[in-house]
Antibody, heavy 122, light 107 residues
Framework: VQLVESGGGSVQPDGSLRLACAAS????????MHWVRQAPGKGLEWVSG????????DYADSVEGRFTISRDNAKNSLYLQMNSLRAEDTAVYYC????????????????WGQGTLVTVTS | DIQLTQSPSSLSASVGDRVTISCRTS??????LNWYQQKPGKAPKLLIF???SLQSGVPSRFSGSGSGTDFTLTITSLQPEDFATYHC?????????FGQGTKVEFK
């Protein structure tokens, strides 16, 4: 399994960025996917998740209305469109693969990309 | 949102020590609790899922236990490569939330 993020960089407040994640080594359209971020020196924060067929999409309150998650199963790719960026969005953003245990009751994140750094600064 | 509280926030230990890290949740999550290890500058790595199931390839010195609101990660004999930060995460409800992390440092 490989998850390779791209699209990070430095942007001014209120600016936009689009992150991409190229997935390989597994059947991409069998799994939900997520974005998780980590601000410098801080803990992990789930940002957004999308089911395999894009039917169910969820966002953290902190990004709702500003970020949009999407996927292209034909291209084995996950995206995060980030608009109206704020200083507090500065973080490493990880692309994460979802999985379930044998019972189907308990989900977990079994593979993570290396992350891409987003810096929001004037 | 479900809050996760890890304790301690940091600990100092020596190679060979038995280490336990606690994760307490603000409401019952049955067994929907996962543990991750993170080394500086690296992505988190899954250790334990569904409270007590060992991820493939993870050494058997790592184990998890608990259900409801109280969970524990145990490292039976700490190895040099285990010095890292450990995070718990609940997948019971959205938003999936993480503990603040526990840093295991060399004594």
């Amino acid at each position: 399994v490989q998850l390779v993020e791209s699209g990070g960089g430095s942007v001014q407040p209120d600016g936009s960025l689009r992150l991409a994640c190229a997935a390989s080594g597994f059947t991409f359209d069998d799994y939900a996917m997520h974005w998780v971020r980590q601000a410098p020196g801080k803990g992990l924060e789930w940002v957004s998740g999308i089911t395999w067929n894009s039917v169910k999409i969820d966002y953290a309150d902190s990004v709702e209305g500003r970020f949009t998650i999407s996927r292209d199963n034909a291209k084995n790719s996950l995206y995060l469109q980030m608009n109206s960026l704020r200083a507090e969005d500065t973080a490493v953003y990880y692309c994460v693969k979802d999985n379930y245990d044998n019972t189907g009751d308990h989900a977990y994140f079994d593979f993570w990309g290396q992350g891409t750094l987003v810096t929001v600064t004037s | 949102d479900i809050q996760l509280t890890q304790s301690p926030s940091s600990l100092s230990a020596s190679v060979g020590d038995r280490v336990t890290i606690s994760c307490r949740t603000s409401q019952s999550i049955t067994e929907s609790l996962n543990w991750y290890q993170q080394k500086p500058g690296k992505a988190p790595k899954l250790l334990i899922f569904a409270a007590s199931s060992l991820q493939s390839g993870v050494p058997s010195r790592f184990s998890g236990s608990g259900s409801g609101t109280d969970f524990t990660l145990t490292i039976t004999s700490l190895q040099p490569e285990d010095f890292a930060t450990y995070h718990c995460q609940q997948s019971f409800s959205t938003p999936q939330t993480f503990g603040q992390g526990t840093k295991v440092e060399f004594k």
